[in-house]
């Protein structure tokens, strides 16, 4: 079976930064994909790691550690647009994803 | 806007009721999902198509029964639902199943509601 851990609940101050920590547990492993979902809205694509590492996107970046099944996605310089979901999920050897049950990340002013 | 639609948004039904999810996507992919999203849980995967064929039914109750005319379209027919099948439908779509690295694609969901 698949084992994806995240926490519940973050909150941070804008202009603050915040790490979203995930561990997995999958037969198999082909990467590791971050997602911010809005209340009432579709899940967004942030990021894909496979190889170990940190991966850089603008204020958003993604690090994995396959030998450690850890994976986190570091939100700098937040702004209040940033008070989402944010899904861990890992892809096994079928390709199919395996959710976490999201960190709600609460930004306030 | 996310290349992925959903109809309707909401839909509040009785057990008894027959009703159908739509789910619709304009970028050209061949794979298409159904995941259902309860409160504080995990996105659990329902259903995939890959270039219309049914690749995957993850131990979902016959109540719910999919159906893939082509690769823009995908829809979820509901019948006999029970109250805990309350929960938001979300319909996703990928360049093709089995490759590595390609995100999916979702659409806003379906909020639906059983009495």
């Known amino acids: 079976g698949q084992n994806i851990d995240q926490p519940t609940e973050m909150t941070a101050t804008e202009g603050a930064i915040v790490q979203i920590n995930c561990t997995y547990q999958t037969s198999g492993f082909n990467g590791l994909f971050w997602y911010q979902q809005h209340a009432g809205e579709a899940p967004t694509f942030l990021s894909y790691?496979?190889?170990?590492g940190l991966e850089e996107k603008g204020r958003f970046s993604s690090f994995l550690s396959r030998s450690k099944g850890y994976s986190y996605l570091l939100l700098k310089e937040l702004q209040m647009k940033d008070s989402a979901s944010y899904l861990c999920a890992a892809s096994s050897n079928d390709y199919k994803l395996s959710f976490g049950a999201g960190t709600t990340v609460t930004v306030r002013a | 806007e996310t290349g992925v639609t959903q109809t309707p948004r909401h839909l509040v039904m009785g057990m008894t009721n027959k009703k159908s999810l739509k789910c619709e996507q304009h970028l050209g992919h061949n794979a298409m999902y159904w995941y259902k999203q309860s409160a504080k849980k995990p996105l659990e995967l329902m259903f995939v198509?890959?270039?219309?064929?049914?690749?995957e039914n993850n131990s979902v109750p016959s109540r719910f029964s999919p159906e893939c005319p082509n690769s823009s379209h995908l829809f979820l027919h509901l019948h006999t639902l029970q109250p805990e099948d309350s929960a938001l439908y979300l319909c996703?779509?990928?360049?093709?199943?089995?490759?590595?690295?390609?995100?999916?694609?979702f659409g806003d969901g379906t909020r639906l509601s059983i009495l």
């Open positions: 996703a779509s990928s360049q093709e199943e089995g490759t590595g690295g390609q995100p999916q694609h």
């Open positions: 198509y890959n270039f219309k064929e049914q690749t």
């Open positions: 790691n496979v190889l170990d």
